[in-house]
């Protein structure tokens, strides 16, 4: 129970570099981007071509021709954002012009049309193309026109007209979410930032914990998404939620059951927010070091608070020197989790990802549906105890698991 509560967050920063949803592919180092007509459009507050460049530049790709008729080569450099003025981008009347200064065995990824896709995507898109290099993927976009499409293969094969009518195009997302292609509409803009907050849903199905992808993400990306059009700052979704935590934590230290209940209930809806500002800040794209690290720091004091007003209100409500023992053997067990999940993390091999999503899934916060609960009930007392002895139980778990996990990666 414990380990549902403390180390989540802890895990969430010790294992983002691990977490990059698309930092795994360094083969592919060029792009050909065929200047869409929406290059403008503001998606999230952040023109479209820029966050497809952004997208790219996180997968490892270093270099940029960007195709334009010679009319909008002024538009397409507003376009680019901070790219506007970078060395690596190329601003060309047409991709032939590539050959110029790329071999024809150079293997690039195309995009064509008003494309709006997800980290996962181009992943999926760039490992479909690793896995069989010889063969260029062709990946079309979900709307009804099919009106995108993202292209894998050496350039030669990319600039010939054959590869614009095929090969076929691959679905990857099953749900027909993402790649999405802004044609005529107005409204497709909206449509766009819809199924980019969808996908946020389906990207952490691997590391979110049981109730989590049941229930706590359905909610939080509906609550993104209006905060993310409203370019609301992450940072300022933390310290709110920050805010309400502390007064979870008071609320538990009560000695009323009305109050107790209420600061339970609560409690869940902090944790449902604790996803919204990371979602904030990747529709955004405005993912920064200490706006995670802030993260990490309220998350654990926020968590330490809870802990310490459910132990207050055990020992208000019966007066039993018992809780003030128990704090400290909690404390104790806290160090104990520490250092296994420390020594998890630092499992290397082919199987790490794997590993790191398993404890990730084991630290999650479903906790907060037992405290409520047992608030419920009026049994608080046992969680304080359950949770007490668990951070034992846990570390031990843990740490024989990581063993297990270390001599199969040699």
């Not at 998606?43 to 479209?48: E, Q, S, T, V």
């Not at 991709?95 to 494309?115: H, M, W, Y």
């Not at 084991?362 to 949770?387: C, E």
Request: proline share 3%.
């Amino acid at each position: 129970m414990i380990n549902a509560s403390f180390f989540a967050c802890y895990i969430d920063s010790s294992v983002s570099g691990l977490k990059d949803p698309v930092r795994t592919i360094r083969v592919i180092e060029t792009a050909l981007i065929s200047i869409p007509s929406r290059a403008n459009e503001l998606i999230f507050g952040k023109p479209l071509l820029e966050r497809l460049m952004i997208l790219c530049e996180r997968a490892g790709i270093q270099r940029f021709v960007v195709a334009a008729p010679p009319d909008q080569h002024e538009v397409t450099r507003q376009a680019l954002g901070r790219f506007r003025d970078d060395p690596k981008v190329g601003l060309v009347d047409s991709l032939d012009q590539a050959e110029q200064s790329l071999k024809p065995e150079t293997i690039c990824v195309r995009f064509d049309g008003n494309l709006v896709l997800a980290p996962s995507i181009l992943r999926a898109t760039l490992d479909r193309y690793t896995a069989a290099p010889k063969d260029a993927v062709s990946v079309l976009s979900t709307d009804a026109e099919h009106g995108g499409r993202i292209s894998v293969g050496a350039l030669r094969d990319l600039l010939t007209d054959g590869m614009q009518s095929g090969p076929a195009g691959v679905w990857l997302d099953k749900a027909g979410a993402l790649p999405f292609a802004l044609n005529g509409r107005p409204e497709d803009r909206e449509e766009a930032e819809v199924r980019l907050a969808r996908s946020i849903r389906n990207e952490s199905l691997k590391t979110d914990a049981l109730m989590a992808r049941v229930l706590d993400r359905r909610i939080s990306w509906r609550i993104s998404l209006p905060l993310a059009r409203m370019q609301v700052a992450p940072n300022v979704v933390t310290l709110s939620n920050t805010a309400l935590g502390f007064s979870c934590a008071a609320m538990l230290a009560s000695t009323s059951y009305w109050i107790r209940l209420i600061g339970a209930v609560l409690f869940l809806v902090c944790i449902t927010i604790d996803g919204v500002d990371g979602e904030l800040a990747r529709l955004r794209m405005v993912e920064t070091k200490f706006g995670g690290q802030l993260d990490v720091l309220t998350d654990n004091l926020v968590h330490i608070a809870i802990f310490t007003g459910l132990m207050t209100g055990c020992y208000r409500a019966s007066h039993s020197s018992a809780y003030i023992y128990l704090a400290g053997l909690m404390l104790v067990g806290f160090i104990f989790c520490a250092i296994s999940v420390n020594r998890a993390l630092s499992v290397s091999g082919e199987a790490t990802s794997r590993w790191i999503s398993k404890v990730e899934r084991s630290t999650g916060r479903d906790f907060a549906y037992i405290v409520i609960v047992l608030a419920l009930i009026d049994r608080l007392s046992w969680f304080a105890w359950t949770a007490a002895i668990g951070t034992y139980g846990f570390a031990l778990v843990l740490w024989i698991l990581t063993t297990r996990q270390m001599r199969k990666a040699g």
